[in-house]
């Protein structure tokens, strides 16, 4: 999700200001796409990436990107890490 660029921003001089502007998007195709997910039966993962929110002095510092919209529309959401490695014996697997 986080590598997804709307059209604007590719287009646009480096520097130019986009704010909220993948947010839009992604609220705009969320609505498109939740009618025809259910009518087809259909599953779609999504896969982020997580950013650190600047300055925060309390609660979760992480934040996803993209706005709220994957987030209401989401009926599952996973956060997997990686923890450690993954070992037989001494012998590193996985």
Known sequence: MAALTPKAEIEGEIGDSHMGLAARMMSQAMRKLAGNLKQSNTLLIFINQIRMKIGVMFGNPETTT?????????????????IGAVKEGEKRGG
């Open 66 to 82: 993209g706005g709220n919209a994957l987030k209401f529309y989401a009926s599952v959401r996973l956060d997997i890490r990686r």
